[in-house]
């Protein structure tokens, strides 16, 4: 079983329309976690970290459920900038700095 | 802005070849990492390295190897390139907070590789 699986899409939305994804993640011991986004054919960069609590980054909105171990991401009034690959990453061990990435949801906002 | 840089963006090799990947971090961060990105497996990292001189085994380690003599460079080898290494090779290196694991990688560019 992957560490980290996600749908891989994709979803086509309308600009300005919600759209939101989840993932999921294998380990339950597991620390961090984190929204990486990556554009065609360029490399990812960190979108937003992902807190208990749930926190919010502009129309981005990011959620954690250890319960049934999954985390989401929201993306309200989407703009065609948004359009991108969305990768779920999991550090799955404690005092380690490896990351576990998810294959990656893919969003298309259409004007 | 931290800069990682790779030392190819394409490279097409033959079957058998030894291949260098270079990456040069300009940020002073211990951490790097190469990861190869193949469509529907995501990223799976192949080494790491948390110190000069030190590395570690990935995920999937075999058939490659790394060098990491100076702080900022980490190279990566293919000691004899096969067709199942062509794939996207991506380099990443962070700075380790305070405490313990949660840390930002940056990415590289990424280098292309065709092994015929």
């Known amino acids: 079983r992957k560490e980290v699986e996600q749908d891989p899409g994709p979803f086509n939305v309308p600009e300005g329309a919600t759209v939101a994804f989840n993932c999921t993640y294998s380990?339950?011991?597991?620390?961090?976690f984190f929204w990486y986004r990556q554009d065609c054919r360029k490399e990812p960069k960190l979108l937003m970290s992902?807190?208990?609590s749930g926190n919010e980054d502009g129309r981005f909105t990011a959620q954690l459920n250890r319960a049934s171990q999954y985390i989401s991401l929201l993306i309200r009034d989407s703009k065609l900038s948004d359009s991108a690959t969305y990768l779920c990453?999991?550090?799955?061990?404690?005092?380690?700095?490896?990351?576990?990435f998810g294959a990656g949801t893919t969003v298309t906002v259409r004007a | 802005d931290v800069k990682v840089t790779q030392s190819s963006r394409y490279l097409v090799k033959r079957t058998g070849e030894k291949v260098f990947l270079e990456c040069v971090q300009d940020?002073?961060?211990?951490?790097m990492f190469w990861y190869r990105q193949d469509p529907g497996l995501g990223l799976r990292l192949i080494y790491f390295?948390?110190?000069?001189?030190?590395?570690e085994k990935g995920d999937i380690p075999e058939g490659y190897s790394v060098s990491r003599e100076k702080k900022e460079r980490f190279s990566l080898i293919l000691e004899s390139a096969s067709t199942n290494q062509t794939s996207m090779y991506l380099c990443?290196?962070?700075?380790?907070?305070?405490?313990?694991?949660?840390?930002?990688?940056?990415f590289g560019p990424g280098t292309r590789l065709t092994v015929l």
């Open positions: 990443a290196s962070s700075f380790p907070t305070s405490g313990i694991s949660t840390d930002t990688q940056y």
């Open positions: 990453v999991v550090n799955t061990r404690s005092n380690d700095y490896k990351l576990s």
């Open positions: 940020m002073d961060h211990e951490n």
């Open positions: 992902v807190y208990s």
């Open positions: 390295s948390y110190d000069v001189k030190m590395k």
């Open positions: 380990n339950s011991a597991s620390q961090s």
